[in-house]
C-alpha cells in the first residue's frame, strides 16, 4: 500500500513539474480583413517551455492546410484547399504565407502546436479572417417623382454596387436614421458571379410639412462595407471593426428651384418645395 501512495505522490509530482516547464501559451496573429489578389502572413507565436517542439498545424475552418514536423523529411508540407495558396518559400514553424487570396480564403484560422515527449502537450489559438471585396459604385436611389405635395406617398429604392460582403443600408431623412420598420422595406440579397451581391433597400412613407426644415428635405442612403466579425485566441470576441468604405447617394428637396446636379460620390435630386405649398392652396 506505501509503495503504491509512493508511486501516485511521483507520478503528480513530474505531472505538475512537467506541466510547469513545458508547452505555456500559444498566440495566432492573423490579418482581420484582406482584398482579393492580396498575401496574407498567419502567424503562430508560442512559448515551448523546456519542451521540444513536435508539429506546428493550421487549419481553415477545421480542415488541416499546412504542417511542419522539424524532424521530418521535408519539414513542411501543404494541402490542397479551396481559396488557400501557401507561398511555401515563406513559411516556416512560425508563420504561414498566403498568395494571392480570394473571397473563398475568408475563414477561421487556427494553430496547433505540439510538443514531444514526455509532455506530449498541445495548445492552440485561433482568429478569423475575411477577404472583402468593395463596390466600384455608388448606391443609387431610384423611384423620385418630378414633383410632390403633402399628404403624397414617397416609394424610394436604394440599390447598392456588388461587393463581399454584402453591404448595409441605411436611410436618412434629415440626418436622421429611419429606423420604423413600418417605412422599411427589405428585399432579397442578389448573388452575383465570384460570390458578389448587391442589396437593395425600399422606403416609403408619407409627405407632410415637418419633413421640411427651413423649406427643404434632405433624404440620404448610404452604404457601409466593412469586416463586423471576428474570432480570436479562445474567446469568442463578436464586435464592430472600422468601417472599409462608405459610399451615400442624396435626394434633397428644396424651395429656391428645380435643377440636377451630379457630384463625385453624390446624386442630388432637387425638387421645389413651393410647388407643394402652391398644390395646397389651389385645394
Not at 507565436?45 to 492546410?65: A, V
Not at 501543404?78 to 512560425?94: C, N, P, Q, T, W
Not at 409627405?207 to 434632405?218: A, C, D, Q, V
Not at 470576441?237 to 428651384?257: F, P, Q
Request: hydrophobic share 40%; glycine share 6%.
Amino acid at each position: 500500500m506505501r509503495f503504491l501512495l509512493v508511486q501516485i505522490f511521483y507520478y503528480v509530482l513530474v505531472t505538475e513539474y512537467i506541466q510547469a516547464t513545458g508547452l505555456k501559451w500559444v498566440r495566432v496573429n492573423v490579418p482581420q480583413y484582406r482584398s482579393p489578389g492580396e498575401s496574407a502572413q498567419l502567424l503562430c507565436d508560442y512559448d515551448l517551455g523546456n519542451d521540444t517542439l513536435y508539429s506546428i498545424k493550421w487549419y481553415k475552418d477545421h480542415e488541416e492546410f499546412y504542417r511542419f514536423v522539424p524532424m521530418a523529411r521535408p519539414q513542411a508540407t501543404s494541402y490542397k484547399m479551396e481559396g488557400i495558396f501557401v507561398d511555401m518559400g515563406l513559411s516556416d514553424r512560425k508563420k504561414v504565407v498566403l498568395r494571392t487570396v480570394n473571397l473563398k480564403s475568408s475563414g477561421l484560422y487556427r494553430c496547433e502546436v505540439s510538443a514531444e515527449a514526455p509532455s506530449f502537450s498541445s495548445a492552440q489559438s485561433e482568429a478569423r479572417m475575411e477577404v472583402v471585396y468593395l463596390p466600384k459604385e455608388d448606391p443609387v436611389i431610384t423611384g423620385v417623382e418630378l414633383q410632390y405635395q403633402i399628404g403624397d406617398e414617397i416609394n424610394l429604392n436604394c440599390t447598392s454596387g456588388k461587393s463581399h460582403p454584402a453591404p448595409v443600408l441605411h436611410w436618412y431623412i434629415n440626418e436622421q436614421q429611419v429606423a420604423s420598420p413600418e417605412a422599411l422595406i427589405y428585399y432579397p440579397q442578389v448573388q452575383h458571379r465570384h460570390g458578389l451581391m448587391s442589396v437593395t433597400l425600399g422606403l416609403k412613407f408619407s409627405l407632410s410639412s415637418r419633413h421640411f426644415l427651413g423649406g427643404s428635405m434632405r433624404v440620404k442612403c448610404v452604404a457601409s462595407v466593412s469586416p463586423v466579425l471576428w474570432k480570436g485566441d479562445s474567446e469568442s470576441v463578436v464586435e464592430s471593426l472600422a468601417v472599409k468604405d462608405m459610399r451615400e447617394a442624396l435626394l434633397l428637396v428644396r424651395s429656391s428651384g428645380y435643377k440636377v446636379e451630379t457630384l463625385p460620390g453624390i446624386f442630388l435630386i432637387l425638387i421645389p418645395a413651393l410647388l407643394l405649398c402652391a398644390r395646397l392652396n389651389l385645394n
